[in-house]
């Protein structure tokens, strides 16, 4: 979660409403066994993965082999027993050669930053390295991870910026690091200081912009009359990863490092469309930087909100911004090969009333022709989903509305002006085809046995009476502070179909809290592994389900009993659900990735407030990478 985030609003308590009991049937055992009718997603005794699941929820887990952890309040890592953790790399730990070490002080300068770890780990892959022949070498990697944004009390000892060191500082902290992992004979992952493949991306690298929007006016700055050399990536959330093995990292809230100093200069659609405001967040940037005051610069925002593609294994490539994906404030980008070749990625963005998205390669990924593959984000088309079914029912049919110029509406006369606009413009062009709101879509995984997709739908705490967020089936509560998990399987399992079938695979809730509404949630919840806020979301190599957790760790009233953020595991055939991880005070858990092996799993911990990692006097808490490992050696989960 961002400090600054719109979304970060303070908790309210739920109500519940007539519509509440009429809805609440919508997860009783009729209701799933319709659903998996009409979804055609059948397992044992024809029932839905979910539908059986219901059926006997308790059922033990083939895929699952640990027990599953109690809540926790504690300032603290908890696993289940036989599981242990080390402390990869944590912020302001030294990447790049000659950095300096970590300082408690926090009295490094913004030059030390711009060669250590940035801060707030968030998504993050690891990249094997590779042999002559093509082989994976097990015990090296190079891992890439984004620093999505900072915690200015931490880093500069203020909550807000107060001078160019301040903001050139953090600039420094934001942005992706990458780094060598090196596994030694104990079987530990370490990183390996100094390397030469380590990297630093931040708030003033270079990157190129590439696809249909490159060189548009739009995209022209005072700096660049190209319109497609940019400098800087900020707010990178979560991340995907290519078939060809490139890095992706996504933009999210970059309205909040811009402001501007005559607010009469603010371009309009950045502050409508997202959000921006000429004197509202504490970064300050423009009052230091230039760059970032929209009077001065207003293209210059059109620059950010995009998907960027990273070599991670050559330190000296200039990484791109896709534009062909659609600027929004990206969550992360799930990658799948479809049957016949194409290349399909999947997104969301994540603000409350938003939507999720869909980019289909124009031409074909070639696993033999690395070349041919090096560009194939940079010409697709973009959609944005629609979610129909009744309300109430928790199960439906979907469309993928294609947004290009020319189609669907998005024309001239309606004031769409060319492609390029669009893809600047991807929210606006969303809202005129009237996709559908969703509760804060964060990550999305595939499952690659069954080609099911999966949705974290975060929560939507304020979604008042608002028209431009109705209620509808796939977001069916109110006040929605726990969340859903959607999903959806395209046509034939073609995932360039422009139709699918979805279903909630899990409404998070309180059954101790509201036993007899749908705030109880689905029934694969229970006292024993409930949870609030799902945000990061991924596979393993077995199958199983993992899902972080970033909300309301008051354990008080509506999230009393659910402790900490944390990391469950889900098993998709059965539903069952079981808590693997609790993070420390003050955390949300977020970004995922495991070594080839699926012995060793990465896990981000982000933002602590009290003592972790060091637990020094004085010291300060610092945004972490944990690698999970199991004491007999053996799989994660399993
Ligand atoms: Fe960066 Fe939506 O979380
Ligand atoms: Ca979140
Ligand atoms: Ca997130």
């Known amino acids: 979660m961002n400090p600054n985030d719109v979304n970060a609003q303070p908790t309210d308590s739920i109500e519940t409403t007539d519509f509440d009991t009429l809805v609440d049937k919508a997860i009783s055992r009729r209701s799933l066994l319709k659903g998996a009718m009409a979804t055609g997603i059948v397992g044992f005794f024809t029932l839905s993965p979910m539908a059986k699941a219901v059926a006997d929820t308790m059922a033990s887990s083939k895929l699952i082999g640990f027990e599953g952890i109690p809540a926790s309040t504690e300032d603290a890592i908890k696993l289940p027993q036989g599981y242990r953790h080390t402390v990869l790399m944590a912020w302001g730990d030294p990447v790049l050669p000659g950095a300096p070490a970590f300082d408690h002080s926090g009295k490094q300068t913004a030059k030390d930053q711009a060669m250590q770890f940035g801060d707030n780990t968030d998504g993050m892959t690891l990249f094997h390295l590779k042999d002559e022949a093509g082989n994976i070498i097990p015990d090296r990697a190079v891992l890439a991870v984004n620093n999505e944004y900072t915690n200015n009390k931490i880093v500069i000892s203020a909550d807000e910026t107060g001078s160019a060191e301040d903001v050139a500082k953090l600039q420094a902290a934001h942005g992706v690091t990458i780094v060598e992992l090196k596994r030694d004979s104990n079987h530990q992952w370490h990183y390996v200081k100094d390397s030469k493949m380590n990297r630093r991306l931040h708030a003033n690298s270079e990157f190129e912009i590439t696809g249909p929007a490159a060189g548009h006016d739009l995209l022209k700055t005072m700096a660049d009359k190209t319109g497609t050399k940019a400098l800087g990536t900020i707010n990178n959330c979560a991340n995907g990863q290519t078939p060809w093995e490139t890095y992706l990292t996504c933009e999210e809230n970059f309205h909040n490092y811009f402001g501007a100093s005559d607010a009469e200069k603010l371009p309009a659609e950045l502050a409508e469309f997202y959000g921006a405001k000429a004197d509202e967040s504490k970064n300050k940037w423009w009052k230091y930087d230039d760059r970032f005051d929209l009077a001065k610069n207003p293209n210059e925002a059109n620059r950010f909100g995009w998907v960027v593609e990273i070599d991670p ?206 705030y109880a949630g689905s029934k694969n919840i229970t006292a024993d592994n409930m949870f609030n806020s799902p945000d990061g979301i991924g596979f393993d190599k077995g199958g199983r389900l993992w899902v972080l957790t970033d909300g309301d760790m008051s354990n008080e009233g509506d999230f009393a009993g659910q402790g900490n953020n944390q990391m469950l595991c889900a098993d998709p055939n059965t539903a069952e659900i079981r808590r693997f991880l609790v993070g420390p005070v003050g955390c949300e858990v977020t970004g995922l990735t495991f070594a080839d092996d699926n012995r060793a799993m990465f896990v981000g911990i982000q933002h602590p407030t009290k003592g972790f990692p060091d637990y020094l006097d004085g010291g300060k808490p610092r945004s972490s990478i944990l690698v999970i490992t199991r004491e007999d050696g053996g799989v994660i989960g399993a």
């Open 313 to 518: 294994f050559d330190p000296t490539s200039t990484p791109k911004k896709r534009t062909a994906l659609g600027r929004i404030k990206h969550e992360n980008a799930e990658v799948v090969v479809n049957g016949d070749g194409h290349i399909v990625v999947y997104m969301g963005d994540d603000e409350r009333g938003e939507h999720i998205y869909r980019f289909v390669s124009k031409n074909k990924y070639q696993p033999n022709n690395p070349s041919a593959n090096r560009d194939l984000l940079d010409e697709g088309t973009l959609y944005v989903a629609k979610f129909n079914g009744e309300l109430g029912e928790h199960d439906g049919k979907g469309e993928w509305i294609a947004l290009v110029h020319g189609q669907n509406g998005l024309t001239k006369e309606n004031g769409f002006a060319d492609q390029a606009y669009i893809l600047v413009n991807t929210r606006k062009a969303a809202k005129h085809v009237k996709a559908t709101t969703m509760d804060r879509p964060e990550w999305i995984t595939h499952n690659p046995s069954t080609g099911q997709v999966f949705c974290t739908l975060t929560n939507n705490k304020h979604r008042g009476n608002k028209e431009n967020q109705p209620l509808n089936a796939a977001n069916p509560r109110q006040s929605n502070h726990y969340g859903q998990i959607i999903r959806w399987s395209a046509a034939g399992n073609d995932h360039t179909a422009d139709t699918f079938v979805w279903d909630l695979f899990l409404l998070a809730g309180n059954p101790t809290v509201h036993p007899d509404t749908l």
